[in-house]
């Protein structure tokens, strides 16, 4: 389970200069066709940290036409993940750990700002707890690979939540009370870029909400979701492990478009929903080994309306041995050069 000093660095061997902490939030305002992404890896044993904030209106093929791209690469690290504050105007505060947060940020170039809190909804959920994650089977399965390569190996967590505050966009300022999410790992990775997965949330309010990775494949021209990695429902007070899913998108380049997808929780119960793309970009700027085709996703599920989104990222050598004309698998994929 996670644990509220889980919001800090933790403690680790000084000669693991791979170990890495990772901080990822998104916000949306829906109505506005409008999202946006703060990350932050952290290589406290080696003192340097990546920030990066993005925020993206409407949709978008190529990421020069984003709104707002601001990475800092080599930043001092943080001496805490508590409270600190990025050299890029970037501050984030736990403000109740494990999963209550504050988010501000100054862009130095005057081109954005932001104020805004994320309060979860639920517990920060823990996919390597057998006790949470009904598909790992026996607590000797905690911490294992879980097949997504090891830039998502060691500890992680997350959670749904409602986001409010202001955000002011070249000169264009929005309110902002909606659904969030957030998630946060920690553990030694080489960045080799090797793995791919979807990441998705569908926050339709603080009282239900679906989360949920799987690995992606690229056969034959098209990006086949799967296996299951992990994911929950929650609804009400009540955390649900999924130990079913399956995923189907269309996509525009490699971003998604639109989405189908059904979970199945550890009570038994399934549910469908389909989803629709009205905002997305590529986002190369997070970490050089990734790439994200990202897009917020509008659900309906019984009268009710959810903006979340689909985090498709790609290894950049991932998509290399699969798509450019050196590629050992290229004829199962797209095709040389694409």
């Known amino acids: 389970m996670i644990h509220p000093e889980d919001a800090d660095l933790h403690p680790v061997d000084p000669s693991l200069t791979t170990w890495t902490e990772t901080i990822g939030f998104w916000f949306a305002v829906p109505e506005e066709n409008l999202y946006g992404n703060v990350y932050v890896l952290a290589r406290p044993n080696v003192g340097a940290a990546i920030s ?26 943080p001496d805490s993940m508590m409270s600190f504050e990025m050299q890029s105007g970037l501050r984030v505060e736990v403000t109740q750990a494990p999963n209550h947060y504050r988010f501000a940020y100054d862009n130095i170039a005057g081109a954005c700002s932001f104020d805004m809190t994320l309060d979860g909804a639920m517990p920060a959920w823990d996919p390597n707890d057998p006790a949470e994650n009904p598909l790992l089977d026996s607590p000797d399965d905690a911490h294992a690979d879980l097949g997504l390569g090891d830039a998502w ?9 409602r986001v409010r505050g202001s955000l002011t966009l070249r000169g264009r300022t929005y309110e902002i009370d909606s659904m969030g ?28 909400g679906i989360h949920l990775v799987t690995g992606i494949e690229l056969r034959g021209g098209d990006v086949v979701y799967g296996p299951l990695r992990f994911g929950y429902i929650h609804e009400g007070e009540k955390v ?36 629709s793309a009205v905002a997305g970009a590529p986002w190369y700027t997070f970490s050089p080994s990734y790439v994200t085709f990202q897009s917020l996703m509008h659900y309906e599920l019984d009268g009710r309306h959810a903006y979340g989104l689909q985090a498709d990222t ?7 041995d699969r798509t450019s004309r050196h590629g050992s698998l290229t004829a199962q994929a797209f095709g040389p050069g694409i």
């Open 240 to 275: 649900y492990g999924i130990t079913r899913a399956s995923v189907s998108a269309n996509q525009q380049g490699l971003s998604p478009f639109q989405n189908e997808i059904t979970v199945t929780d550890s009570t038994g119960r399934t549910i469908t929903v389909r989803g």
């Open 181 to 208: 999410g957030m998630d946060r790992s920690w553990g030694t990775r080489t960045e080799l870029g090797q793995a791919a997965i979807a990441y998705i949330h569908i926050p339709f309010d603080e009282d239900l």
């Open 314 to 320: 790609y290894g950049i050598e991932f998509l290399a």
């Open 52 to 77: 990066s904030v993005n925020v993206v209106a409407g949709l978008n093929r190529h990421p020069f036409t984003v709104d707002l791209t601001d990475p800092q690469m080599h930043c001092p690290c």
């Open 153 to 161: 190996a060691g500890g992680h967590l997350d959670f749904l939540g």
